[in-house]
């Protein structure tokens, strides 16, 4: 058996300046997807010549993870703990930001030049409060550094967590995530159907970045968000149309969340603090 598809959340358009944007999560009907508590879909467009590039210049997080896919063209990061890297299209960037840090993430010089196709996820996962302290942490992965599973009509690209192939082939993603967090892309042709790994009491997370598929007889939209029962281990799609879909599973933390702006904590007193932490400098600079 199989889960089933309960309800589907459109992605709101929310551009930022001339980057296109979309975010199902948070949205009507849905505020969090505990652990999943936020995803923003960028694109896909593509850019001019000589253009201003992301707009995402230094900023500050504490208290949970952020898990950028660059689908295509390239991002940079630059954060307040000496990490910088550039990351093309079909790699990914996973930042602890853990007990406070400032982050950057632009276009590099050579996009802003030269243009090109843009199109880029960011979820944001929660941390349980024993590690919204944690030690801020990232690590940017190059397309080739994600393993590629290829199944009949399908690809899937692991991040982290476990996978089992039709062929019975286990494979391990290169991020060993603090709660035991499996996320990855799923890229299907016409006529392929796939299961999907979904444990008992773990809340599946299911966007359609694009094309035309379905779970148990059931359509899927597209940019939509799609919540699935909880009653079985497995999930099955399949694709009428080439279809790319972001998934991943976790489990629930069944804490209070209070959130604003770039902090997500458990309580307003612990919000207040990362804020005048932040401004005490605690969180460090970003050197020029």
Request: with cysteine; proline share 8%; glycine share 12%.
């Amino acid at each position: 058996m199989t889960r089933t598809v309960l309800q589907q959340f459109p992605a709101q358009r929310d551009d930022i300046g001339d980057l296109t944007t979309r975010r199902p999560l948070p949205g009507p009907g849905i505020e969090q997807l505990d652990p999943f508590l936020f995803l923003n879909h960028h694109g896909p467009q593509t850019y001019p010549r000589n253009n201003q590039g992301l707009p995402f210049g230094p900023h500050p997080h504490r208290g949970f993870e952020t898990v950028t896919f660059i689908l295509q063209g390239e991002l940079s990061h630059l954060d307040s703990g000496g990490q910088e890297s550039i990351i093309g299209a079909g790699g990914v960037q996973w930042m602890t930001a853990g007990s406070g840090l400032v982050h950057a993430e632009l276009s590099p010089q050579s996009f802003k030049r030269e243009g090109g196709p843009l199109e880029i996820l960011q979820l944001w996962v929660n941390l349980p409060a024993r590690l919204k302290m944690t030690a801020p942490a990232y690590v940017g992965l190059q397309g080739a550094d994600i393993p590629t599973i290829t199944e009949p009509l399908a690809e899937v690209r692991l991040i982290s967590g476990d996978y089992v192939s039709s062929t019975q082939h286990s494979e391990r993603g290169p991020i060993d995530s603090l709660t035991g967090l499996c996320l990855m892309t799923v890229h299907l042709q016409p006529g392929a159907r796939l299961s999907l790994p979904a444990p008992v009491g773990h809340n599946v997370f299911l966007y359609v970045v694009d094309g035309q598929a379905s779970v148990a007889g059931t359509a899927l939209q597209c940019h939509h968000l799609v919540k699935l029962s909880d009653t079985h281990d497995s999930v099955t799609v399949e694709a009428t149309a080439c279809a790319t879909l972001l998934y991943g599973h976790g489990e629930p933390l069944g804490e209070p969340v209070a959130s604003y702006g770039p902090f997500v904590m458990n309580t307003r007193e612990e919000i207040q603090q990362a804020f005048a932490d932040y401004q005490a400098g605690k969180f460090g600079h970003i050197q020029d």
